[in-house]
Each structure stands twice: as structure tokens, then as C-alpha cells.
């Protein structure tokens, strides 16, 4: 079955360290996207990969840094730039038409402790 | 910044009952979306409505979309338990096809 994997689905941090959030899909989608989401809030956007090797920062990059060296993967760092890490990470993937209907990951949990 | 804005924030219905959730949004569209997060999970499509449509049918869920007042509006019919759960609209731009998603409605159902 086709399909978007994050992994692993919980992550713990110290501080100060760099940690990497995976995510793999199998559904030839062109673009790759990841978000940020807090307790009871929205999605708030990361990077985006609308082709291989190439990403964009989106609202929130700041202690951030992805790669994008092949179209089943995008994974996402999380530097110890990032000062407020802990939060509830997806990723998702779309076709690049204009429909923009996203496939989503079910998400890493990461705690600093 | 939040492109869609949902409300309300929270809503709790006894089952079999209608639940009637609401979206804003500020710049022109091609699309929007809504979707639907079980807690801790990620977020699964439910349905797209095009800039030129102004209502769409799938299953039990009803949206309707008004371009000039930039709003759209989802109907949940006869509310299981099992629609309990998160909902969120999202909304490209005219310049590409990345969304921006609104901060949800939280959804109980009691059975």
C-alpha cells in the first residue's frame, strides 16, 4: 500500500542536542512538507520540497534544516538553535498539480528532556 | 501567519445530532479543504471544494463555499461517537498549491 511513514513516532531530546525526524512516502508525490503543531493549535509550516534537492523555508524554519537528495525522503533536523523544540511533528506530500490534496504522515512526538 | 480561522474552537453534541463547523479565510483561493485529526494522529482529507463550487456532498459531510464573503462552512449529519475528533480547513493560494491550515475545531460527540 502507498503511503507516507514518519518515524520514530516518539523522540526524546537532551538539550543541545541535534536530533532528525524521519519521513519516507512511496507515492511518487513531487512535493514534501513539514509542519509544527502545539497543543490544541493548528499546523504551522516548516520547509517545503516542491522537487528534489531544492526546499524552501516556510513560516516557522528558525532552528530548523532539512535535505531533499531523494523524492522518497525529506527529513527533517531540529538544531539545538531551537530553542522551544518539543511539539508534534508531520510530515506530508502532495502531487505538484494545482489540487494540493495532502497524504500526511501520523506524526513524531518530540520531548526535550 | 493563519490563513483559516475555524469556529468554534470547541464543540460537544450528543449523537445522531448535526454538528456545523465554520472557516474564514483572507486572500483568494483556488481550493479548500477540509480535514480531520484523531488525537495524536495526523490529519486525513475529507473533502475539496473548488474556488467555482458552492457546495459538495461525500457521504454524511456537507461544505459550502462563499467566495465573496470568504468563508465556508462544514455540516457533519447524524454525529457518530467515532466523529469525535479534530477538524481543520486549509487553503491554497492563487501562487501555489501549499496549504495554510486554520487552528481546528475540536469535536466530542458523547454517545
Known amino acids: 500500500d502507498g503511503g507516507i511513514t514518519q518515524s520514530p513516532k516518539y523522540l526524546f531530546r537532551k538539550e543541545g542536542q541535534n536530533v532528525t525526524l524521519s519521513c519516507e512516502q512511496n507515492l511518487n508525490h513531487d512535493a514534501m512538507y513539514w509542519y509544527r503543531q502545539d497543543p490544541g493549535q493548528g499546523l504551522r509550516l516548516i520547509y517545503y520540497?516542491?522537487?528534489?534537492?531544492?526546499?524552501q523555508k516556510g513560516d516557522i524554519a528558525e532552528g530548523y534544516s532539512v535535505s531533499r537528495e531523494k523524492k522518497e525522503s525529506f527529513p527533517l533536523t531540529v538544531t539545538s538553535a531551537q530553542k522551544n523544540p518539543t511539539a508534534f511533528y508531520l510530515c506530508?506530500?502532495?502531487?505538484?498539480?494545482?489540487?494540493?490534496?495532502?497524504?500526511f504522515g501520523s506524526g513524531t512526538r518530540l520531548t526535550v528532556v | 501567519s493563519q490563513q483559516g480561522e475555524e469556529d468554534p474552537q470547541a464543540l460537544s453534541i450528543q449523537e445522531g445530532e448535526n454538528a456545523t463547523m465554520n472557516c474564514s479565510y483572507k486572500?483568494?483561493?483556488?481550493?479548500l479543504q477540509w480535514y480531520r485529526q484523531n488525537s495524536g494522529r495526523g490529519l486525513v482529507h475529507l473533502i475539496l471544494i473548488r474556488s467555482n463550487e458552492r457546495e459538495k456532498h461525500s457521504g454524511r459531510l456537507r461544505v459550502t463555499l462563499d467566495t465573496s464573503k470568504k468563508s465556508s462552512s462544514l455540516l457533519i449529519t447524524a454525529s457518530r461517537a467515532a466523529d469525535t475528533a479534530s477538524y481543520f480547513c486549509a487553503t491554497d493560494k492563487n501562487a501555489g498549491n501549499m496549504l495554510t491550515f486554520g487552528g481546528g475545531t475540536r469535536l466530542m460527540v458523547k454517545p
Open positions: 520540497s516542491q522537487i528534489v534537492n531544492d526546499f
Open positions: 486572500t483568494s483561493i483556488n481550493n
Open positions: 506530508a506530500s502532495s502531487t505538484s498539480d494545482k489540487t494540493g490534496r495532502y497524504t
